[in-house]
């Protein structure tokens, strides 16, 4: 059974830096793309970023160049590393995988695990 567990979350200001973690349970190889999605009260859900097994990498124009998607594949974990955190930012965060070695990653891939959600706000 796959799992993926979120972690990291918090109230912060803005201004400060927060880094999210996605630990991936059941998978027998690590998963080929994953990524970051978010959801605000009232606004439907948005792609942050996207990762594959090789490290290539893709944005929200949102979050271009204050955040950063990594990933370690011999712990299979996820990171979100996110600095210079804006009120808008705030949302219920979430992490997803899937297993199409050799496919298209990005934000508009499909994925077929998801988390449960870490909860980020940031303040003025």
């Known amino acids: 059974q796959v799992q993926l567990v979120e972690s990291g979350g918090a109230s912060v200001q803005a201004g400060g830096s927060l880094r999210l973690s996605c630990a991936v349970f059941g998978y027998t190889y690590s998963p080929y793309c994953m990524g970051w999605f978010r959801r605000a009260p009232g606004k439907e859900r948005e792609g942050v970023a996207a990762?594959?097994?090789?490290?290539?990498?893709s944005y929200a124009d949102s979050v271009q160049g204050r955040f950063t998607i990594s990933r370690d594949n011999a712990k299979n974990t996820l990171y979100l590393q996110m600095n210079s955190l804006k009120p808008e930012d705030t949302a219920m965060y979430y992490c997803?995988?899937?297993?199409?070695?050799?496919?298209?990653?990005?934000?508009?891939?499909?994925?077929?695990?998801w988390g449960q959600g870490t909860q980020v706000t940031v303040s003025l």
């Open positions: 990762i594959d097994s090789g490290g290539r990498t």
């Open positions: 997803a995988a899937n297993s199409f070695f050799g496919g298209h990653c990005s934000r508009d891939s499909y994925f077929p695990y």
